[in-house]
Every structure is written in C-alpha cells, then in structure tokens.
C-alpha cells in the first residue's frame, strides 16, 4: 500500500465562526453544503465547538471499498478580524492498494 498524502483546503469565508459551525453540524445544512456526489456514512470523531470538527468518512453503499479504514475530514474554524471565519479543511484519506502490475518496486531496486 502507497501512503496518501493529506489533501489541504483553506480560505477567509464571508461569515461568522457559529454560523460556519452551524453548517458543519446541522445535518441538512451539512448535505447542502458539502453536496458529496455518492452517499457517504459520516461519524464524529472529535468536536470543539466552534473550534474543530473530525468526522470518520466513508462512501456508503456499492462503491464503498471493504475492508481499507476510513478517511478522516477535519474542519477547523477561527474568526477573522473582519467578523469572518478562516477555514481549514484537511482530507486524511486511506491508504491507495498499489495495483498487482505496479513496477514501483522494481524502479526502486534498479
């Protein structure tokens, strides 16, 4: 297995920090903002409210790989002077299988 590297994300946003938080923890607002394209099954992991937020990920249903842990999303959240918040999203994905036919290995011996 190939180790993934850490996907991430930041940007100022043009609202407060508990309305950002709102958006992250209401399940409604959460489905609306985020819009994932497959059905995900998604389970806190740690909360500090309007600080951070972990949440284990993992696509739901047929397209879900078994047996491979889940990704862990970590939304972090601070106010900006100008009454904003700065967004930090990381994405700790799984570890990728290296397919049967990968030479990686060989390039390294050579």
């Given at each position: 297995?190939?180790?993934?590297?850490?996907l991430?994300?930041?940007?100022?946003?043009?609202?407060?920090v508990?309305?950002?938080?709102?958006?992250?923890?209401?399940?409604?607002?959460l489905q609306?903002?985020?819009?994932?394209k497959?059905?995900?099954?998604?389970?806190?992991v740690s909360?500090?409210?309007?600080?951070?937020?972990s949440?284990?990920?993992?696509?739901a249903?047929?397209?879900a790989?078994?047996?491979?842990?889940?990704?862990?999303?970590?939304?972090?959240?601070?106010?900006?002077?100008?009454?904003?918040?700065w967004?930090?999203?990381?994405h700790?994905?799984?570890?990728?299988?290296?397919?049967?036919?990968?030479?990686?290995?060989?390039?390294?011996a050579?």
């Open positions: 297995m190939t180790e993934p590297q850490d991430v994300f930041e940007c100022e946003l043009d609202a407060p508990e309305k950002v938080w709102r958006a992250l923890t209401v399940p409604e607002y609306r903002w985020l819009k994932p497959a059905p995900v099954d998604l389970a806190v909360a500090e409210e309007n600080v951070s937020l949440y284990r990920w993992r696509e249903g047929q397209g790989v078994v047996g491979l842990e889940d990704s862990v999303v970590t939304f972090e959240l601070s106010a900006t002077e100008t009454g904003g918040t967004f930090r999203l990381t700790a994905p799984v570890a990728v299988p290296v397919a049967a036919n990968n030479n990686e290995m060989m390039m390294l050579a």
